[in-house]
């Protein structure tokens, strides 16, 4: 079994290298009309030469999984704002889609909570679309829109969870159909536990995307050794490893925050039970330390007994 590790969007080991820099509305309007533009020029191309600088960050470090920023573009589904962030960086996005191809590095997406398919609100359903249109077009930007994916979550269950996942099988069906071929559903910490977004994803035809730590901070009904199987079967539509969630409690007291690292204690279950699968994985890691997490992890994973560091971000287990 061999399992790659990664993390999001902003190495905090590089000096001043957020690819995440924005531009609030409110800012954006009281800026003079002819100057608005060429501030999101300038934070947009901030933020991808600091999102190339994270990839060259990644190979040195032989880190293969990366979490893109979804705020690399400021503004861009507001619909006061909506602008043209491809043209002018034509040249960077497939600059960013070149160093991704050519290093065989895994990138995805994660939107914010408030993209969802759930709420009973059409303009919500829009918008939801609108932000996952937005995410596509920039891996589209990249060439990388075949091998990526965008992970969101179900959503609220607004007091009704039957009633709600019905609605968020039909609001799905206003997502054109190439994107959610790339996209996953994520368990939640406190609403649907895994057993549930497996039905769901199981339904859609999805891949799920489990996290682990949301998992047992909201225990279904069904084992994890007999979810397993069916979750690592809703991803044999894609090219892809299975791709798992990993992070561990802040303190008892705040169990759903992340810690700054992952405790190795927190995910040996997890571990050992992927083990008697022996199939390859990727770990994500959501942590505060981002990349920090990422290799201590590795470190601490390979030191136990029949492990062995395959690389930066990367470890063998026989």
Not at 57 to 63: G, R
């Amino acid at each position: 079994m061999k399992i790659r590790l990664g993390y999001v969007s902003h190495a905090i080991s590089l000096w001043e290298a957020s690819p995440a820099r924005t531009l609030t509305f409110t800012r954006y309007q009281q800026m003079p009309a002819e100057e608005r533009l060429e501030k999101l020029k300038t934070v947009t191309a901030q933020n991808l030469q600091n999102t190339l600088r994270m990839l060259h960050y990644n190979i040195a470090h032989e880190i293969q999984l990366y979490r893109l920023s979804s705020s690399i573009v400021p503004l861009a589904t507001h619909p006061e704002v909506l602008w043209d962030f491809v043209t002018p960086f034509k040249e960077k996005w497939l600059e960013i889609g070149e160093v991704i191809k050519k290093h065989k590095l895994r990138v995805s997406f994660h939107p914010n909570q408030f993209t969802l398919f759930t709420s009973p609100r059409e303009e919500v359903t829009k918008n939801a679309v609108k932000d996952m249109e937005y995410h596509y077009r920039m891996f589209e930007a990249m060439g990388v829109e075949k091998e990526s994916i965008i992970n969101i979550h179900i959503g609220g269950a607004y007091g009704d969870k039957l009633t709600t996942i019905d609605r968020f099988h039909e609001n799905l069906k206003m997502l054109p159909s190439y994107i959610k071929e790339v996209m996953t559903l994520e368990n939640d910490d406190k609403t649907y536990n895994t057993d549930e977004t497996l039905l769901a994803c199981q339904q859609e035809n999805i891949p799920l995307m489990f996290d682990y730590h949301h998992h047992i901070a909201n225990l279904g009904n069904r084992p994890l050794e007999e979810l397993l199987p069916e979750i690592f079967l809703t991803w044999e539509k894609t090219s892809l490893e299975p791709k798992i969630h990993i992070s561990s409690p802040k303190s008892e007291k705040a169990f759903r925050s992340h810690a700054d690292y992952v405790d190795l204690d927190f995910i040996r279950p997890l571990l050992n039970l992927l083990r008697t699968f022996d199939r390859d994985i990727d770990f994500m890691i959501e942590a505060k330390a981002k990349d920090k997490a990422a290799l201590k992890l590795t470190e601490e994973i390979s030191s136990i007994r029949g492990v062995k560091r395959l690389g930066g971000a990367e470890i063998e287990w026989k």
